[in-house]
T-cell receptor
Framework: AQSVTQPDIHITVSEGASLELRCNYS??????LFWYVQSPGQGLQLLLK??????LVQGIKGFEAEFKRSQSSFNLRKPSVHWSDAAEYFC????????????FGGGTRLMVKP | DVKVTQSSRYLVKRTGEKVFLECVQD?????MFWYRQDPGLGLRLIYF???????EKGDIPEGYSVSREKKERFSLILESASTNQTSMYLC?????????????FGSGTQLSVL
């Protein structure tokens, strides 16, 4: 069975600083990988996804993520954080019927200092 | 844009009550999902449905049932609510065609069982 670990429960960064959120997955084959963001009081919104091909994927809101098979990781990055990026971020892995059986990590709550 | 609407933002129920959580989507999506979100545990899949009257158990179906009589509506039922079912419940939908990996989420229902 697949699993996802987000080692950081909370992260605080200053506005304008760079950001990296960690995600490690466990899955026997090539995974489908996702990052979702949840703003306060909202549902989740897809930031980006990886299925195959280029291991560096670009998403919305200036985010990117890199798939590293050797490290079983799919870390999310942003070069310069904005106050509006404060939210909870979820990494997810899917298998087979992508989107039907996603396994989510525990989430990382990002706080942005002015 | 896709809209997934959950009927209640907050619900307070008593132990033993039968609870209905309703979810409606307006984009003719085949797939619908119910997740439960708990701090530190991320999202866990309770049930999903890929067609009217069809349902599949997710990771934590115990204590829950679902109903999908119409394509746009997916109901989660707690037959006899218990305090350990206090949680945030998120409904999601996706197409079964190209792009099915993208889940569209509702804003969630925060259920408290006293």
């Amino acid at each position: 069975a697949q699993s996802v670990t987000q080692p950081d429960i909370h992260i605080t960064v200053s506005e304008g600083a760079s950001l990296e959120l960690r995600c490690n997955y466990s899955y026997g084959a090539t995974p489908y990988l996702f990052w979702y963001v949840q703003s306060p009081g909202q549902g989740l919104q897809l930031l980006l996804k990886y299925f195959s091909g280029d291991t560096l994927v670009q998403g919305i809101k200036g985010f990117e993520a890199e798939f590293k098979r050797s490290q079983s990781s799919f870390n999310l990055r942003k070069p310069s954080v904005h106050w509006s990026d404060a939210a909870e971020y979820f990494c997810a892995v899917g298998a087979g019927n992508a989107g039907n059986m996603l396994t989510f990590g525990g989430g990382t709550r990002l706080m942005v200092k002015p | 844009d896709v809209k997934v609407t959950q009927s209640s933002r907050y619900l307070v129920k008593r132990t033993g009550e039968k609870v209905f959580l309703e979810c409606v989507q307006d984009m003719d999506h085949e797939n619908m999902f119910w997740y439960r979100q708990d701090p530190g545990l991320g999202l866990r899949l309770i049930y999903f449905s890929y067609d009217v009257k069809m349902k599949e158990k997710g990771d934590i179906p115990e204590g829950y049932s679902v109903s999908r009589e119409k394509k746009e509506r997916f109901s989660l039922i707690l037959e006899s609510a218990s305090t350990n079912q206090t949680s945030m419940y998120l409904c999601a939908s996706s197409t079964n065609r190209v792009g099915r990996e993208k889940l569209f989420f509702g804003s969630g229902t925060q259920l408290s069982v006293l």
